[in-house]
């Protein structure tokens, strides 16, 4: 249930191919507009946003190798559930949920670099 949704945020959450929610917040204050948050943000589900609550709050804890992000640190999912005090017979559904996003995320950041590596061997 919702899992087109959260690749939706999945893929917003990337990052690949859009501007920066930083970068146009501050292009649309330079010019006295509102940014278009509501046209860029996927849908969001009511059920889904405890799942994207928690992937946000850890959406920083990539574990990061030479070649770039390589996984989302689980241990800073399990400290953010117990932050959130999320029941243990409901851990293993936020659990697929997190994986889902992470995995969905680092998929289209990997396709994207592995584009410009392409794109500049050609060169």
Known sequence: RGAKKLDAWAEFYSGVGRTSCDECVKANEAIDKKPPCDKCLPPLLEFNKPYLTLYGFCSDQYIVGPGGAVGLSFLAVDRAMDYFEINQDERVDFWNKVRTLAAGVLARQ???AEAAR???QKR
């Open 110 to 112: 990997h396709k994207a």
């Open 118 to 120: 392409a794109a500049n």
